[in-house]
């Protein structure tokens, strides 16, 4: 079954550095999320991504972070400069369309550490 | 805004016991639901899904919900779970003003005992 891979599966990484999430969602999908789930906290929604341009944004996904799809199959979340806050189990998703009750398919997740 | 409470953050059940895991979402319009399942150190799977027509729904592994419209509710059942089904139970909710992402609950963490 088509699976949305993420890389790494874990980061360890000091703070005030920039970090470069991967993600290769299923192929003929056209649409991009990016989640987090900070340690015992909910899933939140951070950003979608649709034709090479960001369609909704969260109140989370401010200037330090940024999304891009650099090639036909990557899709990639920047922190520009992390901060402690930022350590969080971060999740790449991809649906194949925008209809009331697609089902969007999430990646293993990569989990970030901000130290 | 739409948000989704459940209830349990965390239920422990003895192996072959039924389990119900409670859901309850909050929206002016109509919404779609979801359940997904995190098993430990994995991503986030779906488990199984309500769009429109019979309230109750069959997912993987045994799983179903009944959507229950008057009471806002999507409660979670199995008759009789496994060792393998301790994991993260996340109830999630789309359409209406959250169209093309989904909205989760905080989880409940499902332990059971041997």
């Known amino acids: 079954e088509p699976e949305v891979t993420q890389t790494p599966s874990h980061q360890v990484t000091q703070m005030g550095q920039e970090v470069i999430l991967r993600c290769v969602p299923i192929s003929n999908h056209l649409y991009f999320y990016w989640y987090r789930q900070i340690l015992g906290q909910k899933v939140e929604f951070l950003v979608s991504f649709y034709n090479n341009e960001i369609s909704e944004k969260s109140e989370i996904f401010d200037d330090q972070f940024s999304v891009e799809r650099p090639d036909g199959s990557n899709f990639t979340l920047k922190i520009r400069s992390t901060k402690l806050e930022d350590s969080a189990m971060y999740f790449c998703?991809?649906?194949?369309?925008?209809?009331?009750?697609?089902?969007?398919?999430f990646g293993e997740g990569s989990w970030l550490t901000v130290v | 805004a739409q948000s989704v409470t459940q209830l349990d953050s965390q239920v422990p059940v003895f192996e072959e016991a039924p389990v119900e895991l409670r859901c309850n979402y909050s929206?002016?319009?109509?919404?779609?639901l979801f359940w997904y399942v995190q098993y430990p150190n994995q991503g986030l799977q779906l488990l199984l899904k309500y769009l429109s027509g019979s309230t109750l729904v069959k997912g993987i592994n045994g799983f179903e919900a009944e959507f229950n419209k008057s009471q806002t509710s999507f409660h979670l059942r199995k008759p009789s779970v496994h060792i393998s089904d301790t994991a993260e139970y996340f109830c999630?909710?789309?359409?209406?003003?959250?169209?093309?992402?989904?909205?989760f609950g905080p989880g409940t963490s499902l332990s059971v005992i041997p």
């Open positions: 999630a909710v789309s359409g209406g003003t959250s169209y093309d992402k989904v909205i």
């Open positions: 929206s002016s319009v109509s919404v779609y």
């Open positions: 998703a991809s649906s194949e369309q925008i209809v009331p009750g697609n089902t969007i398919y």
